[in-house]
């Protein structure tokens, strides 16, 4: 069994919170694309966790962990969340840990890129991407210009370190003469790699292998995605996206068995909207509704603490998102957030130069649109202590399959609060 675990809108939709719960089922659990500009935070009987490069399954003891090629990994960052997790009582070992030897590494010049371009571009146009500064698009640009450093040469560094001046030099030609910053020097790197890629050298091995093989044994694996299909590079808002896909369908290529197919997509989405950083976000709250909203949901990003912009449901974009991710069924998410409202608003279309539409837009044009409200009943009680479907009030049962019927996917989850029990199936 093949199942990947995929986000339906902006990211941030709660899918280290549904792995978390699903893994159960699972032996394997793989992240397959993205680095640490995401995070997941996971409640559990453990405790809370917030999670940016480790998957969700890390938590449950009897779990293997892989991080796929797909995926660009800041090793200093990888070693300080082993070492936080460590802390609170997780166990982390070459045994549930494996890490692909394709896999990229994020550098320190890569973040410091990241950075150096946010800020030229707030000063010069006013609109920055809105990037988490993490290096992420400079890494994935490195990827494909074929400059950079993967885990497997971590297994031979006299090697890597015959690189290392070449890089350097052609990191330079941009940082020192196109934005003026100090030059990266050799032994920087080279002391980069003996600090933290020798902690992580024994869990390196060929994922693609791995991956087979306990697929031939009949294991189940999990395939974890990083943000929503709205950030996706190829179908998202692009430029507001991410640098990596983000769609199911990439997973078994991203974790290294391309010739393996998916059994299973779940397609994650909150029960509103809601999104970090820039980019058009038509179904946005403003004001007093959107503090509202953000505050009961506690909407801050667990990779940078910034404040999500938030909204009501959109049917347009996660229509959209069930769509790119060939979602079989969805996991809503964070329904109890909204337990406070009498009523409670969707956005069912959008409104185009005089005209309404329902299907999700180019972006160029998302910025014209306006969001078309229809208004449902809320139910304006407690929800967080239901466990079974016939626990919910009517209205919160009708309002599921509202958004069931409008998006056209069968809804099989809904989770009613953080902790790992606090959901109900609907079947």
């Known amino acids: 069994m093949l199942t990947s675990i995929c986000g339906i809108n902006w990211g941030d939709e709660g899918k280290g919170r549904m792995v978390d719960l699903l893994s159960s089922d699972y032996d394997v659990v793989c992240r397959y694309q993205g680095g640490n500009n995401a995070g997941h935070t996971v409640i559990n009987d453990k405790g809370e966790f917030i999670l940016n490069l480790l998957p969700s399954g ?73 990037s988490t500064r993490r290096g992420i698009a400079p890494v994935y640009a490195d990827k494909y210009m074929k400059k950079v450093f993967r885990m497997g040469e971590l297994l031979k560094p006299e090697l890597m370190y015959e690189r290392i001046h070449d890089i350097v030099e052609w990191k330079n030609l941009t940082i020192v003469n196109g934005y003026g910053a100090e030059p990266v020097k050799d032994e920087d790197i080279v002391a ?27 294991k189940k694996i999990m395939f974890e995605a990083q943000l929503g299909a709205l950030r996706d590079i190829d179908f998202g808002i692009v430029p507001y996206t991410s640098s990596s896909s983000t769609i199911a369908a990439y997973a078994p290529i991203g974790a290294g068995v391309p010739n393996l197919k998916l059994d299973n997509s779940i397609g994650i989405m909150k029960a509103y909207s809601s999104c970090v950083g820039a980019g058009p976000f038509t179904c946005e709250y403003f004001g007093e509704k959107a503090h509202k909203l953000r505050e009961a949901g506690h909407e801050y990003g667990a990779a940078t603490g910034r404040p999500r912009r938030v909204g009501p449901f959109d049917v347009v974009a996660s229509r959209y998102g069930i769509r790119c991710q060939g979602a079989d069924e969805i996991a809503l998410t964070k329904l109890d957030v909204l337990d406070g409202y009498e009523e409670i608003e969707v ?69 009613v609060g953080p902790e790992r029990d606090a959901y109900i199936i609907m079947d």
């Open 347 to 415: 956005c069912t279309a959008y409104k185009l130069r005089g005209e309404i539409i329902h299907e999700f837009p180019f972006t160029d044009v998302l910025d014209e649109c306006e969001p078309v409200f229809e208004t449902v009943k809320g139910w304006n009680c407690d929800i967080s202590g239901c466990r079974k479907k016939e626990d919910l009030p009517k209205e919160a049962l009708d309002y599921i399959k509202y958004l069931e019927k409008a998006c056209e996917c069968h809804i099989k989850y809904v989770s």
């Open 58 to 130: 890390i938590l449950r003891d009897d779990v293997v962990n892989v991080l796929g090629p797909g995926m660009v990994i800041d090793i200093k960052h990888l070693c300080n969340e082993m070492d936080r997790l460590r802390a609170g009582g997780i166990v982390i070992t070459p045994d549930n840990l494996k890490i692909s030897d394709k896999a990229i590494i994020t550098m320190p010049y890569h973040v410091q890129l990241d950075c150096l371009e946010e800020e030229r571009l707030s000063k010069k146009t006013g609109k920055p991407y809105g």
């Open 192 to 218: 980069y790699f003996e600090e933290y890629g020798k902690k992580l050298k024994d869990y390196v091995i060929d994922t693609g292998l791995y991956l087979n093989a306990q697929h031939k044994a009949g």
